[in-house]
Structures are given as C-alpha cells and as structure tokens.
C-alpha cells in the first residue's frame, strides 16, 4: 500500500509542536503607533501640480525640482534625506531591507512596537533549492503586504527595500552566497523577476502598472560582486577583471532579467571595480546598459559609502568632488552615506557638476516616492490604505514559511532507507550539535524579529518523548568540545540526529571561508557519535555555502544526510517533519558542492571557463570539469521518480521554413541579433515531458530542462550544459502528469562570443530531462 506524506494535517506529535509555536509566538499588536509620514495630505495648499494625482508622474516630479533651492536638493542624495517643511516634503530613510521577509536592519523599518516581529522565511539559497517561482512570488507578495503594514502602521519612514541579492554564486567560499539564489544565472534570473513582481504587488507575469507600488524593490550588486574578505583583498578595493563573453552570459543576466522581466523600481551598483572603473562610476553599465539597453525605470543606489571608497580607498577618484562627480554623471541617483550630501556643494561650486546633473537624479528618486503613493495624501485612504497590523504574521504567512522550508530542504543521502524515522520504532532519540537548539542560527542574516521560532530540538521533542540533548560543540567553530558527553548520548537512544554545519561566525557579509571542510573538531564529533551509535545517524547540514562531506558520503555509519540551509522561522518543524516522513522532501542544490582541493583556485579569479593549459578548472557546473561532492540540481527523495519526453507533443520547427536564415551564418554559426525578433519567434517549439511519481510517497517534484552540446570543449566557450527551465509539480504516489516547456532556440540554444555577441553554433543541440533527450540540428 502506497504511503503518503501528509500536507494538511498533521501527525499527532507534530500538532504537540505546532501548540508549542502558539506558546511561543508573540502575535503582533493591532494598535497604530503613529501615522505614517506623507505629503499632499489635508491642508497642503491647493492647485500645486506636485500634489495632482491627475498628472503624469514625470510633470509632478519636475514640479516639485523646480521649488526646491540647491541646498535643499544636495540634502536629499544621501540615503536619509531630510524633510524640506516648506514645502510639506517629509524625510525619507531609502535603505530598508527584506531578503527574506522584512527586517528592521536597515534605517527605514522599526519593529520596536506596537509590530514587534514579520515573517522570516528561510535564507533564500534555501528557498531557491525548491525550484518553484510560484514559492518565489508568494514569498515576495508577503513580504510586500507585510512592508505596506509596517508602513501605513506609522513603524517605518521610508518603503525602499534592497533586496533580492541576485549575484551569481560563483565561488563556494563565498560569505553571501547564502542570500543569493544560486550559480545559474537562468534560474537567479527569473527568481529576481517573480520576488521583485511579488514585493512590488504586480502579476506573476504580464504587464505591469509602473505608476502603482505596493512597496519597492531593488536588484543588488550591479554587477560581477562575490568576494568579501579573501586573504586580505577587500570587496571595497577588488577589481573584478571580468571577460565580455561573461559579462553577458554569467554576471549580467540576472539583473537584465530584474529589470526587463520584473520591472524592478531599484538597482544598487557594488563596492567593487570591474575591469578597473567602480561600478557606482560606470555609465556604460548603469546609463548605457541599465537604462538605455533593458528600459530600466527607478533609481540606482550606492552601496553603502562605496561613493567615498571611489576616492579614499579605491583612489579612482582624486579629489571627494571628483567622485561624487563621477557617480552622478555615471546614472547613480543616491549614496547610501552622505558623502555626496557632504560634497555635492563643493562640486557644484568647482564645475564638477551642474545643477541639471542633481535634477536628474532628484526625477528618479521622487518619482519612485511618488509611485509609492507618498504624495498622495494619507496612505491609508488609498490603493493599499486597507493593509493593516492584523496583516503582519498571519497563519496564511506563517505557513507559506513552514512550506518554503519543507520545500527547499535536499535529501543529499539515504543509504538502505535511514529515513523516514519511523515513531513507533523510535523509543528514545539522540539529538546532538550545536545548531539543534539555537533559533537564531536558523535565521542565516538580515533577518528580521520572526514571528515565532522552535528550535530543531524542540520541534523532535514533539514526536519522541524520550529525546536527549548534547551540543558536543561550543559553535560552529568547533574549538572547544564536549565529544565524551555527545558519544554517551549516541550509546544510549535508538536513533541518533547530528546538526552541525556553518553559522553567521563562518560565513557572512564581509567575511568569507577559506575551507570548505566543517571547521574545527565537527568531523572528529561525527566520526565519534556515528561510531557509538546502535545504527547508523542522521546527519543535518545548517549552513548556506557548499561543505565538503565526503568523509560522510562514504562512511556506511552516516545513513542519511540532509542540507537544510538556514531554514527560517518553521524550519525546526519543517526539518523534524521531513525526518518522520509527513514531508516527501523534494529539493534540489542550487550550487554545486565542491571538495576542498577547489581551494587552491584563487577567489580573485573571474573567469567561469575552464582553461586546460594552465589547469585552472573552471566554475559552476556550466563551466567546471573537476571532481564534485555534489552536483548542481542533485537531491533525494523518498519517491522515485521518471521523466521522458512525449513525442507528439514536442515539435522542433523545421530549420528551412525559416526564411534567410541561412544568409546569418557566418563561422559556422548564427548572430541572434543579425536574426532578428521574427525569426526568433517562429523558431519556438513546445517541448512535452511526462512525469510519472512511482511512489511510494506523495511529494513536490522539481522538473529540470538543460541543454546540452556534445563538443563543449571544443574552445568554443559554450557551457558543458545549461538549464533551460524549471517547474515545481505535487504529484500523488503514482500519478503521472504532462508539463510543457516553451524552448527559445535564440534564448536557449545560444551563447555568448568571446565579444559578448550571442551567437547559436551550427550542429546539434541536445534537449535533456532526466534520463531522456531529443536532438535537434540547427543547420539551415
């Protein structure tokens, strides 16, 4: 008989944990604390065109320049712009985050009270390994509501969040790399293009009213940032040198993708120099590429005091004035800092910069106030007037929490069916490691104050009475230990769960890894329990970057391993219901999982493409040809499952209908853009794949498509293989389903020259799910 994971309700002990929650929770207060800042509000004289909500944004906005002195413009380039009370402007504070759920760690948000805590979801590495945009808009829709009733609950003074951060995960020794949605660039693409829809309140796809923001979202760090602190060189000095065949198809994909596809109102350029000019200094990427070449429509950040670092670190800049010059006629609008703020006059006064160089900026920054609705009277009476404190932490939100983490979690072993745990044969259960009782470590960063936590060890405690404790290290740095203690735990209990991994000491902003092994004593605390155990252990990775565990994966005592990266607010509960079987886990690794010896390739180095001559090996798994612990797209399930193509329903074009294609071919190759939007469209074809759960469990599936080229390294450059789409299907145990793929031949099929140009090769091109693919001859 099939067995099936329960969604809806929940196993008796795990409903023990979830009136735990309650007990734990600290609901937020439906009380206002203060009205909210804005202008054009009762009283505010009449006939003022910045004020007539009948006008276009741009008139209202030229309106407003035009009123204000010179100082009072200086005054609002800097990330705390002040009011200006003659004209009945409030002050804005433009640094606000919500990467996973809304935090009061930058200067617009404050969750002191009567709001106390938001939805913190799981650190998006997590959330991108479900492989679902639907997760990925919800999420974004959260947190969008909960921003507008932080907002109209009078607890924020500005709606301006910079978030997502959609830097591709090149290097697994990254700090950050946990906030981003992984290595490939396709997938961080469109997760930055659904989350910013879902914050900014659009459709999950379709057109968008520009004018209307829920709340605003920016798009971070343009472009090729990845490196905090690597033996000494600094992300506020590094100097990416960065090919224009990676440019186009590694770095700069996910932002084009942000901007084009979900109409981001934001865009933060990065400390770091790229091919020796500071990003916030570069006209050809903020004016020429983000502006003129994707239609960008918002404003543009700094990075916080990366405008001084032009000048004081960097020494790109010789003079303050000249940098704050540099960036304003580059196309950024604001500095988080008030260097700008402080030598705007000065530049002014030396030439530097004209008056129309501020003016520019200043449309940008009021006019995304003003899609806001900040010029528009009382929010409260308007579009989103309606969303309130009862909005904040809701069961709906705090579920879509718990799912997001069950979703995400990968089973990355499951030797002779370690898991599930079973409750009846589990009388007493060892739960040893550091990261089983500590809330926040589950958090991974800016996070905000959740709406509720439990730690793994209270959620277990919800399903085996007799559950014993041993932390068998002091943190993730593993330097002082207590082994003797976690061994006799193991000895002693029927089954043993080790949660060990990273924690924010590890990796972080401004601190990377120089290993990719488990710090410290972990290794020797493992070895020692799983060796004390009656049957092999569980063993549960907290950590955001890749860890080599190899030592793991082949030790017969390890039955079972599961990476649950920094899983949020539920993801105790979430954990404990995927190891006793009422959640099928289904997650896939969004990076690939390298062994230490990817340590010897310097972080400094950019380049994605392998290069044999020198024995440089490349990075992520479009461009990496060396040995792994874990590949891209790997994972578990309790489920098997299969995947073929169904042939009636997948329909490559015949290459001689299209007309003069033929004529674009030059080396053996065709120029997409000499092809043209015509051509293009009709070389689309649906691509049907079957999918069939064989059970015995139900579950969440995702359904990967790659492309494939059979001579990769034929110094070409193309990628060794590239996903091409993705979707997130429920399937019951024994269910089959049909998912259709759109595939692009000029989106899909192409890559990037060393010139940046996108180009399709003659020959074949290889179309893979699973175990199956279909070939495809691009020869007119």
């Known amino acids: 008989m099939a067995r099936r994971a329960r969604s809806s309700s929940l196993h008796a002990a795990a409903a023990a944990v979830v009136l735990l929650l309650q007990l734990l929770a600290s609901p937020p207060h439906a009380a206002v604390a203060a009205d909210p800042p804005y202008t054009c509000g009762a009283g505010a004289p009449p006939n003022i065109p910045f004020c007539d909500r009948g006008l276009p944004i741009d008139r209202r906005v030229e309106d407003l320049v035009a009123r204000m002195t010179v100082e009072e413009k200086i005054s609002q380039l800097g990330d705390q712009s002040p009011a200006i009370p003659r004209l009945?402007?409030?002050?804005?504070?433009?640094?606000?985050?919500?990467?996973?759920?809304?935090?009061?760690?930058?200067?617009?948000?404050?969750?002191?009270?009567?709001?106390?805590?938001?939805?913190?979801?799981?650190?998006v590495i997590l959330t991108a390994a479900s492989f679902n945009p639907h997760l990925w808009y919800r999420i974004g829709q959260v947190i969008g509501v909960e921003a507008r009733a932080v907002y109209n609950n009078g607890q924020a003074e500005g709606l301006t969040f910079w978030a997502p951060?959609?830097?591709?995960?090149?290097?697994?020794?990254?700090?950050?790399?946990?906030e981003t949605p992984g290595e490939d660039p396709t997938m961080t693409g469109k997760y930055a293009a659904v989350f910013v829809r879902g914050v900014q309140g659009y459709a999950i796809a379709g057109p968008v009213n520009s004018t209307d923001l829920e709340a605003s979202a920016c798009c971070k760090h343009f472009t090729a940032y990845d490196l905090e602190n690597w033996k000494g060189v600094t992300r506020y000095v590094f100097d990416a040198q960065?090919?224009?065949?990676?440019?186009?198809?590694?770095?700069?994909?996910?932002?084009?993708?942000?901007?084009?596809?979900?109409?981001?109102?934001?865009?933060?350029?990065?400390?770091?120099?790229?091919?020796?000019v500071p990003t916030c200094a570069d006209y050809n990427l903020l004016s020429k590429t983000a502006r003129q070449s994707w239609g960008?429509?918002?404003?543009?950040?700094?990075?916080?005091?990366?405008?001084?670092?032009?000048?004081?670190?960097?020494?790109?800049?010789?003079?303050?004035?000249?940098?704050?010059?540099?960036?304003?006629?580059?196309?950024?609008?604001?500095?988080?800092?008030?260097?700008?703020?402080?030598h705007g006059a000065s530049?002014?006064?030396?030439?530097?910069?004209?008056?129309?160089?501020?003016?520019?900026?200043?449309?940008?920054?009021?006019?995304?106030?003003?899609?806001?609705?900040?010029?528009?009277?009382?929010?409260?009476?308007?579009?989103?007037?309606?969303?309130?404190?009862?909005?904040?932490?809701?069961?709906?939100?705090?579920?879509?929490?718990l799912e997001a983490a069950q979703d995400g979690i990968v089973l990355l072993k499951n030797d002779a069916g370690a898991l599930p745990l079973s409750k009846s044969s589990v009388a007493s259960l060892g739960v040893i490691g550091f990261n089983a009782n500590d809330a926040k470590r589950l958090l991974g960063n800016y996070f905000g104050p959740p709406c509720v936590t439990a730690t793994p060890l209270q959620a277990l405690q919800g399903y085996v009475k007799d559950t014993r404790f041993a932390a068998g290290c002091n943190a993730a740095a593993c330097n002082v230990t207590a082994i003797p203690e976690a061994v006799q735990v193991a000895s002693s209990v029927d089954s043993v769960v080790l949660f060990m991994g990273l924690d924010q000491d590890q990796e972080r902003e401004e601190v990377d890894r120089l290993d990719l092994t488990l710090p410290g004593q972990q290794q020797s605390l493992i070895e020692s329990v799983a060796n004390a155990a009656k049957k092999?252990?569980?063993?549960?990775?907290?950590?955001?970057?890749?860890?080599?565990?190899?030592?793991?994966?082949?030790?017969?005592?390890?039955?079972?391993i599961l990476w649950a990266g920094y899983p949020g607010e539920a993801g105790g509960l979430a954990i404990a219901q995927v190891l006793f079987g009422e959640h099928n886990p289904g997650g896939r690794l969004p990076v690939t999982w390298y062994p230490q010896d990817f340590t010897k390739v310097p972080m400094t180095d950019m380049r994605m493409r392998a290069d044999p001559a020198t024995g440089y090996p490349g990075r992520t798994y479009r461009f990496y040809k060396g040995p792994t612990v874990f590949d891209f797209g790997y994972g578990l399930s309790y489920s098997k499952y299969s995947h073929s193509f169904v042939a009636s329903g997948t329909k490559p074009p015949k290459m001689s209908d299209i007309a003069g294609l033929k004529a674009m071919t030059t080396a053996a190759m065709y120029d997409v853009e000499a092809m043209g939007t015509e051509a293009c469209e009709r070389l689309k074809f649906p691509a049907l794949v079957r999918v069939e759960n064989h059970g015995p469990m139900d579950g969440?599936?995702?359904?990967?498509?790659?492309?494939?080229?059979?001579?990769?390294?034929?110094?070409?450059?193309?990628?060794?293989?590239?996903?091409?789409?993705?979707?997130?299907?429920?399937?019951?145990?024994?269910?089959?389903a049909h998912v259709e793929f759109e595939v692009s031949p000029c989106k899909h099929f192409s890559r990037a020259s060393e010139d940046g140009r996108k180009v399709?090769?003659?020959?074949?091109?290889?179309?893979?799910?699973?175990?199956?693919?279909?070939?495809?001859?691009?020869m007119a």
Not at 89 to 116: C, F, M, N, T
Not at 246 to 274: Q, W
Not at 761 to 774: I, P
């Open 88 to 123: 009945g402007v409030p002050a804005y504070k433009w640094w606000s985050e919500a990467l996973h759920g809304i935090s009061d760690q930058g200067r617009g948000i404050h969750l002191a009270g009567p709001l106390r805590a938001a939805t913190s979801f799981p650190q």
């Open 165 to 178: 951060n959609i830097n591709v995960f090149r290097d697994p020794r990254w700090g950050r790399g946990q």
């Open 242 to 276: 960065v090919t224009a065949q990676d440019l186009e198809d590694t770095y700069n994909p996910p932002f084009k993708s942000c901007v084009e596809d979900g109409h981001a109102s934001g865009i933060m350029c990065s400390y770091n120099r790229v091919n020796g």
């Open 296 to 342: 960008f429509y918002g404003y543009i950040t700094s990075d916080c005091d990366a405008v001084s670092i032009i000048h004081d670190a960097q020494g790109y800049a010789k003079t303050a004035e000249d940098a704050v010059a540099d960036v304003l006629k580059a196309g950024m609008d604001v500095n988080c800092g008030n260097y700008v703020q402080q």
């Open 347 to 401: 530049a002014l006064q030396q030439g530097k910069i004209t008056e129309q160089d501020i003016d520019r900026a200043l449309h940008n920054l009021f006019a995304v106030r003003m899609r806001l609705g900040l010029f528009n009277g009382d929010p409260r009476r308007n579009r989103f007037g309606n969303i309130g404190a009862d909005q904040v932490c809701t069961p709906e939100h705090q579920n879509l929490a």
């Open 536 to 560: 092999p252990v569980i063993l549960v990775l907290l950590c955001g970057g890749p860890v080599d565990v190899s030592f793991a994966k082949t030790n017969p005592k390890i039955g079972a």
């Open 700 to 736: 969440k599936h995702p359904v990967l498509l790659f492309l494939r080229w059979p001579n990769a390294t034929d110094g070409s450059g193309r990628p060794a293989r590239q996903l091409i789409g993705f979707r997130s299907l429920h399937l019951r145990a024994a269910q089959t």
């Open 760 to 778: 399709i090769d003659q020959g074949s091109h290889f179309v893979m799910v699973g175990e199956d693919e279909f070939e495809m001859s691009f």
